[in-house]
T-cell receptor, first 113, second 113 residues
């Protein structure tokens, strides 16, 4: 059983479109995250939700909007996609008070053309 | 050998050799450090962790060394195998960061049979 699953795995779309990436975790963790990995493999946090509450919001364009309907799900919606949004997006989860056990999904490769 | 430049640092070794991957971190308030392995098309996978009150921790074939004086972390892999070929990242968490992982640059390890 996949612990952190995100869909879709690949997403190719045109500039200006709006798209969503979904993430679900079955580990019972209370915190979920979105990370972005750029073409140089650099990983950087975008958002974090703890029990459905936004607790980390890095300097991300407001075209990116996370939504957490419950503590097992964290979705990422992106409006008006730009070429520079092309990257791999990783969802992760953890028990925030116990950093051990941080688990990543397998990533969504977004390509904006 | 190891090289650092505009591209990701790379380390090439022969199967059976020991590998050492280095990482410099910036936040002296970080109290927990993790090494991750990322294979092509997958998310980062936990390898080993260490708390700031330790300077060495050993796992199966892996050892992490922490030097807080110079803010340096290293990962030693004994008897490296072709399956160890991947990108390796160090990451740090500070006490008040709500679980936010700050990643290092990453090192590409290539193991030749």
């Amino acid at each position: 059983d996949t612990a952190v699953s995100q869909t879709p795995k690949y997403l190719v779309t045109q500039m200006g479109n709006d798209k969503s990436i979904k993430c679900e975790q079955n580990l019972g963790h209370d915190t979920m995250y979105w990370y972005k990995q750029d073409s140089k493999k650099f990983l950087k946090i975008m958002f974090s939700y703890n029990n459905k509450e936004l607790i980390i919001n890095e300097t991300v364009p407001n075209r990116f909007s996370p939504k957490s309907p419950d503590k097992a799900h964290l979705n990422l919606h992106i409006n008006s996609l730009e070429l520079g949004d092309s990257a791999v997006y990783f969802c992760a989860s953890s028990q925030v008070q116990r950093a051990r056990g941080y688990t990543f999904g397998s990533g969504t490769r977004l390509t904006v053309v | 050998g190891e090289s650092v430049g505009l591209h990701l640092p790379t380390l090439s070794v022969q199967e059976g050799d020991n590998s050492i991957i280095n990482c410099a971190y910036s936040n002296s308030a970080s109290d927990y450090f993790i090494w991750y392995k990322q294979e092509s098309g997958k998310g980062p996978q936990f390898i080993i962790d260490i708390r700031s009150n330790m300077d060495k921790r050993q796992g199966q074939r892996v050892t992490v060394l922490l030097n807080k004086t110079v803010k340096h972390l290293s990962l030693q892999i004994a008897a490296t195998q072709p399956g160890d070929s991947a990108v390796y990242f160090c990451a740090e968490i500070g006490g008040t960061s709500y679980g936010k992982l700050t990643f290092g640059q990453g090192t590409i390890l290539t193991v030749h049979p």
